[in-house]
């Protein structure tokens, strides 16, 4: 008779090593009240380079379907997510000719090379410091396979996200409860950053929120007034992104879990982040006084979440403490 080995469950406050699609299985049924998470976007990030398009579907598909038996009736998934993917196809009509009075971008590609091939010891921050710029824009330069980098090029063909987390989560019997639209940054640099097209900049994330059918306590007291006025009720939630991502190249801002958590949670439920990166979604738990179940398939991000969450171990929770957390961090970080 074949011995069955039976895992342990994952317990609640932890940053777990591994690949989702393996851990997930291990969460107690109906244990977590919200997962929360943003997943790879496949724009070239280092933590894909393993994925086709095929892969990455497939991912976000088989992830989806995997929450189905560990969320809580009732519960929700909220996923984080840029709406709109980019890809080089030279067998689209050119979207326009080009532009008669296309304007020089300012960095280019080769500016950035020649002074990195002057300066190779010198990372994204400081080229950026040199430049004047974001890192975020050195990257982009460097590596220009992102959304921003490509939505502009005359064949690109552009393809929405929603549709494919929709009809996933449908599939695994989840109901569209909501969606939330995140503005990143409300007036950043993109006044300055122009483009050779007549497509936007991207400044903005959706939130898809998906509820598991059961008994959902609406409580008008997880909120003050003044949350529900500005937030709680609203469509569009302005956050500013994470600037100076120094730890972790793709993590959103903490008010951003902070606020789900806040809405869909009481005290001492079980918030999910099977995406966790930096910790983000942890440490947003933790200040809201909720528990958490943290996994990143990437040695250096859970080095990095445990760091976060052991930090904020060494203050009293509450928001107001969480800035002198991150400095603190922050400061972690820089001798990484
Ligand atoms: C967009 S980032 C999340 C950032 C996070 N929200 C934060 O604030 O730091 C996506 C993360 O998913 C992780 N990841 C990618 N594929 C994974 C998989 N199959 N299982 C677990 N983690 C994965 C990556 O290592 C990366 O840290």
Same mark, same amino acid.
């Given at each position: 008779?074949?011995?069955?080995?039976?895992?342990?469950?994952?317990?609640?406050?932890?940053?777990?090593?591994?690949?989702?699609?393996?851990?997930?299985?291990?969460?107690?049924?109906?244990?977590?009240?919200? #997962?929360?998470?943003?997943?790879?976007?496949?724009?070239?990030? *280092?933590?894909?380079?393993?994925?086709?398009?095929?892969?990455?579907?497939?991912?976000?598909?088989?992830?989806?379907?995997?929450?189905?038996? $560990? $969320?809580? /009736?009732?519960?929700?998934?909220?996923?984080?997510?840029?709406?709109?993917?980019?890809?080089?196809?030279?067998?689209?009509?050119?979207?326009?000719?080009?532009?008669?009075?296309?304007?020089?971008? #300012?960095?280019?590609?080769?500016?950035?090379?020649?002074?990195?091939?002057? %300066?190779?010891?010198?990372?994204?921050?400081?080229?950026?410091?040199?430049?004047?710029?974001?890192?975020?824009? $050195?990257?982009?330069?460097?590596?220009?396979?992102?959304?921003?980098?490509?939505?502009?090029?005359?064949?690109?063909?552009?393809?929405?996200?929603?549709?494919? $987390?929709?009809?996933?989560?449908?599939?695994?019997?989840?109901?569209?409860?909501?969606?939330?639209?995140?503005?990143?940054?409300?007036?950043? *640099?993109?006044?300055?950053?122009?483009?050779?097209?007549?497509?936007?900049?991207?400044?903005? *994330?959706?939130?898809?929120?998906?509820?598991?059918?059961?008994?959902?306590?609406?409580?008008?007291?997880?909120?003050?007034?003044?949350?529900?006025?500005?937030?709680?009720?609203?469509?569009?939630? *302005?956050?500013?992104?994470?600037?100076?991502?120094?730890? %972790?190249?793709?993590?959103? /801002?903490?008010?951003? /879990?902070?606020?789900?958590?806040?809405?869909?949670?009481?005290?001492?439920?079980?918030?999910?982040?099977?995406?966790?990166?930096?910790?983000?979604?942890?440490?947003?738990?933790?200040?809201?006084?909720?528990?958490?179940?943290?996994?990143?398939?990437?040695?250096?991000?859970?080095?990095?979440?445990?760091?976060?969450?052991? #930090?904020?171990?060494?203050? +009293?929770?509450?928001?107001? +403490?969480?800035?002198?957390?991150?400095?603190?961090?922050?400061?972690?970080?820089?001798?990484?």
């Amino acid at each position: 008779m074949a011995v069955v080995k039976v895992l342990d469950a994952l317990v609640p406050n932890k940053i777990y090593h591994g690949d989702s699609r393996q851990l997930l299985k291990r969460i107690e049924r109906e244990s977590i009240a919200l #997962s929360i998470w943003s997943p790879p976007y496949y724009v070239g990030k *280092e933590y894909e380079r393993d994925l086709s398009f095929a892969d990455w579907q497939k991912l976000l598909r088989d992830v989806i379907k995997l929450h189905f038996p $560990i $969320i809580k /009736p009732g519960g929700f998934l909220v996923i984080n997510i840029a709406d709109i993917l980019c890809f080089k196809d030279e067998s689209m009509p050119k979207i326009m000719a080009e532009n008669i009075s296309r304007r020089k971008i #300012s960095l280019t590609k080769e500016d950035v090379i020649d002074v990195k091939q002057q %300066h190779p010891d010198w990372n994204r921050y400081q080229l950026a410091a040199y430049f004047g710029c974001s890192e975020q824009t $050195i990257d982009r330069r460097l590596n220009g396979n992102n959304i921003r980098g490509g939505k502009y090029q005359l064949q690109t063909r552009i393809y929405l996200v929603g549709g494919l $987390i929709e009809s996933s989560a449908t599939d695994a019997g989840f109901y569209l409860y909501d969606r939330r639209l995140w503005v990143k940054d409300a007036a950043w *640099e993109n006044s300055r950053w122009h483009t050779i097209s007549y497509r936007s900049v991207d400044e903005s *994330e959706y939130l898809y929120i998906f509820w598991k059918p059961g008994i959902t306590k609406v409580d008008r007291s997880r909120l003050t007034k003044k949350e529900w006025v500005d937030w709680g009720s609203r469509g569009v939630w *302005e956050i500013p992104s994470v600037r100076s991502n120094s730890d %972790h190249d793709s993590k959103f /801002p903490i008010e951003l /879990p902070r606020r789900a958590i806040k809405l869909f949670t009481d005290p001492d439920d079980i918030v999910l982040d099977c995406f966790v990166g930096s910790g983000t979604t942890a440490l947003a738990s933790l200040s809201e006084g909720r528990r958490y179940i943290g996994i990143d398939k990437e040695k250096q991000s859970v080095a990095i979440a445990n760091a976060a969450v052991q #930090s904020f171990s060494t203050y +009293q929770k509450g928001p107001e +403490q969480m800035e002198f957390m991150l400095r603190d961090l922050e400061a972690f970080y820089q001798t990484q």
